[in-house]
C-alpha cells in the first residue's frame, strides 16, 4: 500500500505534524495483553467490586431481574455495531425499534411523544427544565427538595449560565413536597416545578395538588421518575406537561451508575421545543411503512447555536434494553412485578417498624422507605457488611437533618430471608453499645 | 394505520411493529412466587394506584425474539462491512470488551455500595484515567461526561470557571467554519457567543483571521485536529501562541483522535483542555446511537474547576471519590460517567498497548491516503493538503449531471457499502467525507474504490439509477418531507389513530 500511494515509509505520511510534536518513543501504558489476561484482570476487579453481596440500596439506581433475552438480542452486531440511522433504508431496525420505544413509554407515562433518549435521569431532568424555560418564556424554577439531589446537582450545573435562579422546596413531616411552602416560591417567573415521584424517600408525591397549584400560576409542571418500574403499578403523572425519566430499572445493568436511559416525554404541542432525536413513521416511494429521524431542525447538526441542545449521541443501544424489558413484561407482567415490589417493600418496613422508626409512613410508597435508627446508619453498615450485607443509604450526606436515616430499598429480587437477616441484624445493632462512630463510619465506607 | 397481515416471499419484510402481533394472555415474563405476604394494592396506593397499561403488548418470548431478529436483519453495521462515516471512526467493536463489562460485579455494582466493596471499579477509573493522560500529555482528567457533546458542555464549563476566577468569564467562543454543529451548540448552553472564524486554502484556520478577531472578550478556540477535512492544523503552536498571549484557552475536540493516538500528544502542542469519544476511537461500540463517553483531559490549571467527584488516593493506600471541591463546576452527570464504556476502553488500551494503539493510528491513516489515491480524478478534491485518517471529497463532477452526494452516498448501498459521512463540513458543498479506520483490509477497501469509480460511471451513462437508489434495501428512499410535515412519533390501534 506505501508503494500505491508514493511514499517510502509510514512516517511520511505523518509529516503534516511538525516534527517537534511526534513522539518517537512508545506511551508508557503496560504492553499488550492477550484476551486471556484482559479477561482475568477484570475477574480480578469484580472479585474487588462487591460480587457476591446482598444489597438494599437503590437511590436512583435499582435492582431488578434483567431477562436473558435482553443480552441476547443487544449482542447482536446488527444493533450492537451500527450507528445513530442517518441512513433510514439501511437503519429500519433501530429505526422501528425506537418507534416502538417511544410509543410504549408514551403508554406508560399517559404522555403524548417522547424522543429516543437522554443520557440519563438527571440530564433528563435538567434539559426538561430549559424546555419548560424555552417553552413559557419564564426564566425561574422551582425545585422540590425531595428530588434526588444528584439531579438537583446536575441542574444547578446545567442553570448557572443559563441565569435560571432556582428556588428549593423542602418537604412535609409526611416526605412529601410543602405544597404552602411551593406556592410562596412560585413567581410570575416561574417557567417550572420539578418533583420526583416517587421521590428520592420512596414517597409518592400528590401530582394532582402540585399540578394545580403550578398552572394555576401559569408554570409548568415537570417530573421527573427515577423509578421506572412503578409504572406497573401508580398512576403516572398526566397531569405534568414533560415527564423527565430514567429508565434504568427496565432491563439496564447497575454497572456502578451508568451507562442508563433517559427520557423526556411530553405533550404533542410541546414537541417542537423537545431536545434529542426523534423517529417518525412515513412511507418510501412505493408507499410502503417506513420509519426516519424527523423534526431535525430542532438539532444541533441543522441549527447549531440556535438547536434545543447540543446532545447528538444519546443511549440507542440501552434503550433497546429498554425496550426489550418493556415488551417482555408487557401490559399484565409490569403490573404483577411493580406489585411484587410493593409487596417485599411493604413486608420489610413493617418488619423493620418494630426495631427503628420508618420515616414518612402515612403516605403512600413505592419500593423504598426511610428507617430510622439511634445508632449511626454508617456504624450498621459497617456491621452489615461483615455478613455480606450491603444496607440502606445512610442520608445525612444528603440531607444534614435526617442524621440517623437510611434510605432502603426491595425489588423483587430481594427475598424475605435477606429482609429478615437484615432486619435482625439491625436490631441487634440497635440493642448493642456500639463501638465509636468514628470509627465505624471509617468501616463502612 | 392498520397493516395487513399477508404474507410475503420473504418472512423479514412483512414483520410489522410489535403491538400488531399483541393479543391477550400471551406472556413472556414469570416471576418467582411471593414469599412474603400479598398486599392489597388498593388500600395501600388509594389513588395513586394504576388499573390499566394501555396498549402496552403481550407476546410470547419466541415472538420477541424473532420480532427483533428480523429487525436486526434490517441493519447496515460494521460487523457487515466497511461503515466509511466520516469522523465517526466506525472502527471494529471487539467482542472481549464486551466479556468483560458483563462480569457480574462489574455489571452489577451499584454506584452506592462502600467503597471498601468498589475498589474494582474505583481501580478501573484510576487505571483508565491515567492511561488516557499519557496517551493525550495531559495533566488531569474527568470521565463523567456520558458524550462528546456532553464533554464539550462539560469543557467550557471549565472554560467559564477559570476565567471567572480571574474575573472576568468573557463573552465569546471562536469556531472555525469547519467545525461540527455541537460546538457551537454547546457553547449557547453555556451561554457563549459564537464567533465564526473562516478556513484558509489550505482548509485550515486561517491564522491573519486569528489574530485579527482574538482579544479579551474570547474564553476559548474550539479547535477539532485533525479537522473535518482529516487534515492537521501545521500551525497549531502559533494558534495556541496568539490564543494565550490574550489570555485566551485551546480548546481540542478529540473528535478525530484515531489520527494522534500514540503518533503525537495534544498536551505537548499547546492545547489547554480537550475531550475524547471513547465510543470512537476506544472502539466502544456505537450501539445504533449511543451510549457514548466523552472524558475531558485538562491542563493543571485547570484542575481545581473538575466536577466532582474525583477519584483518589486515601492514605491508606485504597481509593476513594473526593467531593470536597470548592471549586468545581459542579456535576455534569449523577453517579460517575458511563461506566461500562469505561471498562470496554480500558480492554481496548489494553489489547493493543504501546505498539498496537501507535500501529492502529498509522494504519487509520495509511487506509484514509489508499483511499484518496484511489478516488483522486475521479471525485473532486477539494483540498489538496495532506490527509490524516479521513479524506473530503465533493461532487462538483457528478453534480453537473444533477447527481448529488446523497445520490451517491445511497446507491453506495446497493453496493454493500455504508456511506460516508455526506454534506458535512460545511465549508465543502456537497462534500463526500470517508473515514475508513484501521479496521479495514487493503480488499475491503479495494472493493470500495471500485463500487465509487462504478457509481461514478453510471452518473456520466444512467444517472436515474443513482437518482432512484438504492435498488436493493428493504424500503426504498423514504419521505422525510411528510414526516416532519405531519409527525407520527408513535403506534396508536386503528380505532385511535
Not at chain 1, 102 to 109: A, D, G, P, V
Not at chain 1, 348 to 357: I, L, N, T, V, Y
Not at chain 2, 306 to 319: A, F, I, N, R
Not at chain 2, 376 to 398: A, C, I, N, R
Request: aromatic share 8%; hydrophobic share 40%; glycine share 8%.
Amino acid at each position: 500500500m506505501l508503494k500505491a500511494l508514493g511514499v517510502r515509509s509510514i512516517d511520511d505520511l505523518f509529516a503534516p505534524i511538525p516534527a517537534e510534536y511526534r513522539l518517537n518513543g512508545d506511551l508508557k501504558i503496560p504492553r499488550q495483553m492477550a484476551e486471556s489476561e484482559i479477561v482475568d484482570f477484570f475477574r480480578q476487579r469484580s472479585r474487588e467490586n462487591g460480587d457476591g453481596y446482598t444489597s438494599f440500596l437503590g437511590a436512583g439506581a435499582y435492582s431488578h431481574y434483567r431477562p436473558v433475552i435482553i443480552d441476547s438480542l443487544i449482542s447482536r452486531g446488527e444493533f450492537l455495531t451500527a450507528y445513530t440511522p442517518y441512513q433510514a433504508e439501511i437503519s429500519q431496525g433501530t429505526l422501528q425499534s425506537i418507534f416502538e420505544f417511544q410509543t410504549m413509554i408514551c403508554e406508560l407515562t399517559g404522555m403524548e411523544v417522547a424522543n429516543a433518549s437522554m443520557y440519563d435521569g438527571s440530564t433528563a431532568a435538567a434539559e426538561a427544565v430549559m424546555m419548560a424555560v424555552r417553552l413559557t418564556g419564564r426564566r425561574s424554577v422551582v425545585v422540590a427538595r425531595s428530588l434526588h439531589p444528584e439531579y438537583r446537582e446536575v441542574l444547578a450545573t446545567y442553570a448557572t449560565h443559563q441565569g435560571m435562579p432556582l428556588t428549593v422546596t423542602n418537604f412535609n413531616a409526611d416526605g412529601r413536597i410543602d405544597v404552602n411552602e411551593l406556592e410562596r416560591s412560585i413567581t410570575a417567573e416561574t417557567a417550572c416545578v420539578l418533583i420526583q415521584s416517587p421521590n428520592f424517600f420512596g414517597t409518592i408525591e400528590d401530582v394532582d395538588a402540585i399540578a394545580t397549584i403550578a398552572h394555576k400560576h401559569g408554570a409548568m409542571l415537570v417530573v421527573s421518575i427515577a423509578e421506572a418500574v412503578s409504572l406497573g403499578i401508580l398512576e403516572p403523572p398526566r397531569q405534568a406537561d414533560i415527564i423527565a425519566m430514567e429508565a434504568q430499572s427496565f432491563g439496564v445493568p447497575l454497572g456502578f451508575g451508568g451507562p442508563y436511559c433517559g427520557v423526556i416525554a411530553t405533550r404533542e404541542k410541546n414537541v417542537r421545543q423537545m431536545p434529542g432525536r426523534l423517529v417518525g413513521q412515513t412511507v418510501d416511494k412505493q408507499g410502503r411503512r417506513g420509519f426516519v429521524l424527523t423534526l431535525a431542525t430542532r438539532e444541533q447538526h441543522i441549527r447549531r447555536e440556535k438547536a434545543t441542545s447540543n446532545i447528538c449521541t444519546n443511549q440507542a443501544l440501552v434503550a433497546l434494553m429498554v425496550n426489550i424489558f418493556m415488551t417482555v413484561y408487557g401490559k399484565v407482567g409490569l403490573k404483577e412485578l411493580a406489585k411484587q415490589n410493593l409487596a417485599k417493600t411493604a413486608y420489610a418496613a413493617g418488619q423493620f417498624s418494630k426495631h427503628g422508626k420508618v420515616l414518612f409512613g402515612n403516605v403512600p410508597r413505592f419500593n423504598e422507605f426511610v428507617v430510622e435508627t439511634s445508632e449511626d446508619p454508617y456504624a450498621i453498615n459497617g456491621r452489615l457488611l461483615g455478613h455480606k450485607i450491603v444496607g440502606g443509604l445512610p442520608l445525612r450526606k444528603f440531607y444534614p437533618e435526617l442524621k440517623n436515616a437510611a434510605l432502603w430499598c426491595c425489588t423483587e429480587l430481594t427475598t424475605r430471608s435477606a429482609i429478615d437477616t437484615a432486619v435482625g441484624l439491625v436490631a441487634e445493632s440497635e440493642r448493642s453499645v456500639g463501638s465509636s462512630p468514628e470509627e465505624l463510619e471509617e468501616m463502612a465506607r | 394505520m392498520k397493516v395487513p397481515n399477508k404474507a410475503t416471499r420473504h418472512v423479514n419484510q412483512n414483520e410489522g411493529v410489535i403491538f400488531e402481533k399483541s393479543s391477550a394472555g400471551k406472556a413472556a415474563w414469570k416471576l418467582p412466587p411471593l414469599d412474603v405476604p400479598e398486599v392489597d394494592t388498593a388500600k395501600l396506593l388509594g389513588g395513586a394506584e394504576r388499573k390499566d397499561l394501555g396498549n402496552m403488548p403481550e407476546v410470547s418470548e419466541i415472538e420477541i425474539i424473532r420480532h427483533f431478529t428480523r429487525l436486526s436483519t434490517w441493519n447496515y453495521a460494521i460487523d457487515l462491512g466497511m461503515y466509511p462515516l466520516g469522523s465517526c471512526t466506525m472502527k471494529y467493536n471487539p467482542r472481549v470488551n464486551e466479556a468483560v463489562a458483563r462480569v457480574e460485579g462489574i455489571a452489577n455494582g451499584h454506584p452506592y455500595q462502600p467503597e471498601k466493596i468498589s475498589q474494582g471499579a474505583l481501580r478501573i477509573l484510576k487505571t483508565l484515567s491515567e492511561q488516557l493522560l499519557e496517551i493525550t500529555g495531559m495533566d488531569a482528567i474527568t470521565l463523567q461526561p456520558a458524550a462528546g457533546a456532553h464533554g464539550e458542555m462539560t469543557g467550557l464549563l471549565m472554560v467559564r470557571a477559570y476565567h471567572q476566577a480571574k474575573g472576568n468569564a468573557r463573552k465569546k467562543i471562536l469556531i472555525p467554519d469547519s467545525a461540527h454543529g455541537t460546538n457551537p451548540a454547546t457553547a449557547a448552553m453555556v451561554n457563549y457567543a459564537v464567533e465564526n472564524l473562516k478556513s484558509d486554502s489550505r482548509g485550515m484556520v486561517d491564522i491573519s483571521s486569528l489574530e485579527a478577531q482574538m482579544n479579551e472578550d474570547v474564553a476559548a478556540l474550539m479547535l477539532t485536529n485533525p479537522n473535518t477535512l482529516g487534515v492537521f492544523e501545521q500551525d497549531i503552536h502559533r494558534i495556541a501562541d496568539i490564543l494565550h498571549a490574550k489570555g485566551g484557552l485551546l480548546y481540542m475536540d478529540g473528535a478525530n483522535m484515531n489520527a494522534l493516538v500514540g503518533k503525537a500528544r495534544p498536551g505537548d502542542f499547546g492545547v489547554d483542555l480537550m475531550h475524547l469519544n471513547l465510543h470512537k476511537t476506544f472502539s466502544t461500540p456505537h450501539g445504533g446511537g449511543g451510549p457514548g463517553s466523552g472524558p475531558v483531559a485538562i491542563k493543571k490549571i485547570l484542575e481545581p474547576f473538575l466536577p466532582k467527584p474525583v477519584v483518589v488516593t486515601k492514605s491508606d493506600g485504597t481509593l476513594g471519590f473526593d467531593y470536597d471541591r470548592p471549586h468545581s463546576v459542579g456535576r455534569v452527570r449523577a453517579f460517575y460517567g458511563n461506566f461500562g464504556m469505561f471498562v470496554r476502553a480500558l480492554a481496548y488500551i489494553q489489547a493493543n498497548g504501546p505498539d498496537g494503539l501507535r500501529q492502529t493510528t498509522e494504519d487509520a491513516v495509511l487506509n484514509a491516503n489508499y483511499i484518496r489515491k484511489g478516488l483522486e480524478g475521479t471525485y473532486d478534491l477539494p483540498y489538496s493538503t495532506p490527509t490524516m485518517h479521513e479524506v473530503v471529497f465533493s461532487d462538483k463532477v457528478q453534480a453537473k449531471k444533477g447527481v448529488r452526494t446523497m445520490d451517491i452516498a445511497k446507491r453506495l448501498i446497493d453496493y454493500g457499502f455504508h456511506p460516508y459521512t455526506t454534506a458535512f463540513p460545511l465549508i465543502v458543498p456537497g462534500a463526500l467525507m470517508i473515514e475508513p479506520t484501521e479496521s479495514e483490509s487493503k480488499e475491503e477497501m479495494d472493493l470500495f474504490v471500485e463500487a465509487m469509480k462504478s457509481i461514478a460511471e453510471e452518473v456520466e451513462e444512467n444517472p436515474q439509477t443513482v437518482l432512484d437508489a438504492p435498488h436493493s434495501t428493504r424500503v426504498s428512499r423514504l419521505d422525510e418531507t411528510a414526516a416532519a410535515r405531519k409527525p407520527i412519533l408513535r403506534w396508536k390501534p386503528a380505532n385511535q389513530s
